[in-house]
């Protein structure tokens, strides 16, 4: 079975993978039409890659299809940032990118009946960290340490290195988030606490407990039981 490559609610292996290492030639050399305005002095050389025409097909989880793919000019930043990087990447690689999308529902099931069939239909996957890490144990993903470039590239600032390490699997790497989409971090959720009721119970804030390491879900749940209490005396908590 062909193993895909995976991201937490973002891909980018495309834009490592298909690039162009040549040190004499300047990224704002990129043809008018592709947005050089958009490109900014001292990128990093792209490795150098053809691949005479050869799709890259993304499978996207459905709301994450703003952060990859853009089908015209809008003039929106956002919109327009992807339209123009996709085409810079196919105008130097000669690859085609294209996207499918997908419902929370359907993913899982495409993902599955692609990889079963070996039919090549994904190079890609970008949906939710929950049904990602789902059907971790399935045997579908590749370990990103075997691919090339992307290997050799983890610890640079475009990856957040605490996703890698802290996803890594037996020293695999079945996960990788970055630059690349920002559902990731905008989609972070918080704990919020009631100081009146930690104070009342004589509960110390948690800060510390974050700051230090010890902040864990069973801290998390020991202070939730902690604060149990029969408001009115009937017998209820």
């Not at 691949?51 to 793919?69: A, I, N, P, S, V």
């Not at 919020?192 to 879900?217: H, I, M």
């Amino acid at each position: 079975m062909k193993k895909l490559g995976m991201l937490i609610l973002c891909c980018v292996m495309v834009i490592v993978s298909c690039a162009r290492n040549d040190a004499n030639k300047n990224v704002t050399d990129i043809p008018e039409a592709v947005g050089t305005e958009q490109i900014t002095e001292g990128t990093e050389p792209l490795p150098d890659a053809d691949f005479e025409g050869r799709k890259f097909t993304m499978l996207l989880y459905d709301y994450m299809k703003e952060e990859q793919q853009a089908d015209e000019l809008t003039g929106d930043v956002l919109n327009d940032a992807l339209y123009n990087r996709n085409m810079l990447i196919e105008s130097e690689y000669a690859v085609k990118m294209e996207f499918e999308n997908k419902s929370y529902a359907d993913y899982l099931t495409a993902v599955r009946k692609s990889t079963a069939a070996a039919d090549n239909a994904y190079d890609l996957l970008s949906f939710h960290a929950v049904s990602a890490a789902s059907i971790l144990s399935e045997n579908l993903y590749n370990d990103w340490n075997t691919v090339p470039v992307i290997n050799e590239n983890l610890d640079k600032p475009w990856w957040n290195k605490t996703a890698t390490e802290n996803l890594s699997v037996a020293g695999k790497v079945f996960f990788i988030a970055g630059d690349i989409g920002y559902h990731y971090i905008g989609h972070v959720q918080a704990f919020l606490f009631n100081k009146k009721l930690f104070t009342d119970s004589n509960t110390e804030y948690p800060y510390n407990a974050v700051r230090n390491g010890s902040w864990t879900y069973e801290n998390f749940e020991k202070i939730v039981k902690s604060g149990n209490e029969d408001i009115n005396g009937d017998g209820v908590y």
